[in-house]
């Protein structure tokens, strides 16, 4: 059963762009949550997703946003993007929006913004 | 608002070491808590989930506590090893959505 697949891996990208990740969850899982990493802060919730539907957001400014598709895949996009973005983003899926599941997170993309 | 604070931040040991990784939660109401490890640059592999019901779970070499009422959780490694390297974070799932709250982790060295 194959994990939680994000791509791509790496990207660097330049002040003021725009970024697209992916991330794919386990077959059959229908819960994606969005989780960004910095030295600095830990791990931060940006926002959860199940069944297309934005179910809870973090604290992020409107740049972050995200979507999920109708196979459950998702994306998470950043706009006009600041040094301050750099990090690793990792999401996670679960089995169902049962809170009682357990999460299982990709191997993540690491952002870096020059 | 809930904080995860995870001591020390920092642990290093001789092989065959059993050692123990302390976790603390300041809101009690939560779902469950998951202990994860994240090698350098790598996502994080869940270790152990215990329900907010449950005292303890184990896997292997791991044992993990939880003390709701306290606002604890311990992650208990018997006879360490080099492999056993990592950041360990754990992660307590707040009531009310998916959102996991992370402790900032503790960097484990197991030294040959």
């Known amino acids: 059963k194959a994990g939680v697949t994000q791509t791509p891996r790496y990207l660097i990208k330049t002040r003021g762009q725009q970024v697209t990740l992916s991330c794919s969850p386990i077959?059959?899982?229908?819960?994606v949550s969005w989780y960004q990493q910095t030295p600095g802060q830990g791990l931060q919730f940006l926002f959860e997703?199940?069944?297309?539907?934005?179910?809870n957001k973090g604290n992020f400014p409107g740049r972050f946003s995200g979507r999920q598709f109708s196979n459950s895949r998702s994306e998470m996009n950043v706009s006009t993007l600041e040094l301050g973005d750099s990090a690793l983003y990792l999401c996670?899926?679960?089995?169902?929006?049962?809170?009682?599941?357990?999460?299982?997170f990709g191997q993540g993309t690491r952002l870096t913004v020059v | 608002k809930q904080e995860v604070t995870q001591i020390p931040a920092a642990l290093s040991v001789p092989e065959g070491e059993n050692l123990v990784l302390n976790c603390s939660f300041t809101d009690s109401a939560i779902y469950n808590l998951q202990w994860f490890r994240q090698d350098p640059g790598k996502g994080l592999t869940s270790l152990l989930l215990?329900?907010?019901?449950?005292r303890e779970q184990t896997s292997g070499r791991l044992n993990a506590s939880l003390d709701k009422s306290s606002g604890r959780s311990t992650l208990y490694i018997a006879a360490s090893q080099p492999g056993d390297s990592a950041t360990y974070l754990c992660a307590v799932h707040q009531g009310g959505s998916e959102k996991l709250v992370f402790g900032k982790g503790t960097k484990l060295t197991v030294n040959p």
């Open positions: 077959s059959g899982h229908r819960s």
């Open positions: 215990i329900q907010s019901s449950q």
């Open positions: 996670a899926s679960r089995s169902s929006q049962g809170l009682n599941t357990e999460a299982f």
């Open positions: 997703y199940f069944s297309e539907t934005q179910r």
